[in-house]
């Protein structure tokens, strides 16, 4: 239609395209990928390290099973125990991610290994911002797209083979898909039985990425039963139940082959790795009586899981039983206030030492501890720094600050605060590191965007405004009677 001053103007009830939020998140999608393309020169020289090197090891192996299997050579299952499941610290999610390229190049080296990764994490990445900008609208996008989208070093994390920054954009995938079940429990009063194993189905790729997310995919699941209790009635609460449990059944009969073999494995019921014990006794035990007195020389990990093998030989005990005793005499002085030191100790490499493992990525000199930082490093790091840290002050006041925006919005920042928190009980049990936050770094951008939603008391909801009340009080709570503990 054209209007006066043959202005073209679009029919009735025909919505203009919103041109300027598009050139935004447009724009913002390709400096995400110039952002990638030039890391992609830092990233890729860096040799493995540490973990990935037992992740491309399990894929080899996986890989190698799969052409035995072809050629009709059967399983070689011993090298699979040995390679995959081994001492039993690592899920096998990331093998399982790693292991169609060694199908393809069985001789893939580290930088092919690194520009898979690189190349994967971006494609899943935008991919997940496009599910967001349909959903949750091109606000939450473009907010995702700078946070954690244009954080150096998590973009570095995605060409790395440790599974936290896949792990990271699961976790995000399902927001969407959360808010969309609540607007249909809003709407409908129901739970939709594909919606609920979906869930399930990220649920349990998140825990085979990374073990430490077991207490993200209880807290959902019992999330869900709690929030449909309380919105439904009669016949539709009946359907939603039946919608939880299809979730929990999707994680259950998923997660029960991997929990299956490492149950057999090590004689006692195990579900996702074997590590609890050894680590709460490292992160705050005596670490001169970790084998009750000191370890050998090397590896502490690979020592005290030695040890406790060579007791258990001795004593017809279970190596794991044998490292539980370990754990207790290592931990026989550890009071609340050493303990609650301890947590706050590993909060402080959790979530406020963003940049800590830069060093992986600069190949330096061989056997240099730490290779030289150059310009372009100190820019990366500088970024890293300003970037996280002014998302994480933004978080911190959306997740305390219950403001009176709509519904989608307030769900959002639930969401952010609720997932937050289940992922830092980390701390709580493990020693954490600098290695770990790009599990949680996605959820600060959804709880940025939240905070930017402009105000709207018509649309907004008392119940969940308390909800966010309610959560931001047991954030501080929390935070506050570990400094108060630890004295």
Excluded at 376 to 394: C, Q
Aim: aromatic share 8%.
């Amino acid at each position: 239609m054209t209007g006066a001053g043959g202005i073209t103007t679009p029919p009735p009830g025909v919505r203009r395209r919103p041109v300027l939020p598009l050139v935004v998140v447009g724009t913002l999608v390709l400096l995400n990928l110039a952002l990638r393309v030039v890391l992609a020169f830092k990233a890729l020289p860096g040799p493995l390290a540490g973990d990935e090197v037992a992740y491309t090891t399990g894929a080899r192996v996986l890989a190698d099973s799969v052409h035995a299997l072809l050629q009709g050579d059967g399983l070689p299952t011993d090298e699979l125990q040995a390679r995959l499941v081994g001492n039993g610290w690592f899920m096998p999610g990331m093998a399982l991610l790693l292991t169609p390229l060694f199908l393809l190049d069985p001789t893939a080296d580290d930088v092919t290994v690194r520009l898979f990764l690189g190349g994967l994490s971006t494609v899943v990445f935008l991919g997940v911002v496009a599910v967001v900008a349909r959903t949750l609208g091109l606000r939450t996008a473009a907010v995702l797209l700078v946070v954690p989208g244009l954080v150096p070093m998590w973009v570095l994390f995605g060409f790395s083979a440790w599974g936290d920054a896949w792990a990271g954009l699961v976790i995000l995938a399902t927001v969407p898909l959360l808010v969309v079940m609540w607007r249909r429990l809003d709407s409908t009063g129901t739970v939709r039985l594909r919606d609920a194993a979906l869930l399930g189905l990220a649920l349990v790729v998140t825990l085979y990425l990374r073990s430490s997310a077991l207490p993200l995919v209880v807290g959902v699941l019992a999330l869900l039963v709690v929030v449909v209790l309380v919105r439904t009635r009669g016949r539709a609460l009946v359907r939603s139940l039946a919608a939880c449990a299809t979730a929990a059944a999707v994680v259950v009969l998923l997660l029960a082959p991997w929990s299956t073999i490492m149950t057999r494995t090590f004689g006692e019921r195990v579900t996702t790795t074997t590590t609890m014990s050894l680590s709460v006794a490292y992160a705050f035990g005596d670490r001169d009586e970790l084998c009750f007195g000191p370890c050998t020389e090397g590896n502490i990990w690979t020592n005290m899981a030695r040890y406790a093998r060579a007791v258990g030989a001795q004593t017809g005990e279970n190596p794991l039983e044998v490292r539980r005793q370990m754990r207790d005499y290592a931990m026989r002085d550890v009071t609340p206030s050493t303990y609650a030191a301890g947590v706050l100790d590993n909060f402080r490499r959790y979530a406020f030492s963003p940049d800590s493992y830069d060093h992986v990525f600069r190949p330096g000199v061989e056997g240099t501890a730490a290779p030289p930082e150059t310009a372009p490093d100190r820019l990366s790091i500088a970024a890293t720094r300003w970037t996280y840290f002014v998302a994480l002050g933004a978080a911190a006041v959306a997740i305390v600050a219950a403001r009176r925006v709509r519904t989608d919005a307030q769900v959002m920042v639930i969401l952010a605060s609720g997932l937050l928190a289940l992922l830092m009980s980390q701390p709580f049990v493990h020693v954490s590191s600098g290695r770990y936050w790009p599990v949680f770094a996605p959820l600060l951008g959804i709880a940025v965007a939240g905070l930017l939603a402009p105000a709207d008391p018509a649309r907004s909801s008392t119940v969940l405004r308390r909800t966010q009340v309610a959560l931001a009080a047991g954030w501080v709570v929390v935070v506050a009677a570990l400094f108060v503990v630890a004295g």
